[in-house]
């Protein structure tokens, strides 16, 4: 597989797994690395990763579980290529399928409730808001340009099966909006875990598992700290990446 000159290869640590990326376009974070573990132990015979961008966490995923069908819909072109050929590069043709196209359209692309499991690491800022990234991927990435928190809720409530779980990655700030439009397309919000740089910190990240037709039972899981106060990673971090 030809890596190009734009372009770098990053190693996922686990299992020899390896990922494509754009030196100057959006690349992944350690939030995509927290919602494949998050979602890992929810049990799925099909699942869907909406906003896949470079499908590292369908990737992750194919290593984490024994889901069979894994699906990813990525709607920026560019970025959609460079994912199949990492998908080619690991040799994940046969778990893991990708589609270019737009997630409010996804119900039609794939039909409604056909999936266990929802993952999304969606845009976090919306539209106006914040430092405007000039490079047009990242700029997609980051604000809801294309499609806001509400769009991949509704989405998911369309697409997930009777008692389905949709597992979110985002910020804190919009944890308010996140339970309101869960709770307004019927999915209720049965994990949450907050996510801290360090123990003196305040949150950076939030995880949620919501379930589709769920009943009304919400757990506040432990906090994850990702660094001690020496700048050096918890042994639960090490524990995430599989170090």
Known sequence: MEIFDDETLEDLQLLGLRLIQKKSGFRFGIDAVLL????????SEKTLDLCTGSAVIPI??????KTQEIFGLEIQQSVFDTAVRSVSLNNLENRISLTL??????????????????TCNPPYMPIGSG???????????????L????????????????????????????????????????????RIRFIHKSQKSEPSLVLIDAVFKGGKELRIMPPLYLYNDDGSETKELREVYGR
């Open 36 to 43: 494949a573990d998050f979602a890992k132990d929810i049990l």
């Open 60 to 65: 992750l995923l194919s290593a984490k579980t």
């Open 101 to 118: 196209g737009d997630l409010k359209n996804a119900a039609k692309i794939y039909g409604k409730r056909k999936f266990d499991l929802i």
């Open 131 to 145: 430092i405007q990234n000039p490079c047009d991927e990242k700029l997609v990435a980051r604000h809801e340009i």
């Open 147 to 190: 499609c806001t928190l509400e769009d991949v809720i509704r989405v998911s409530s369309d697409l997930l099966k009777h008692k389905g779980h949709l597992a979110l990655v985002h910020k804190p700030s919009r944890l308010a909006d996140i339970i309101y439009f869960m709770r307004s397309y019927d999915l209720e919000p049965k």
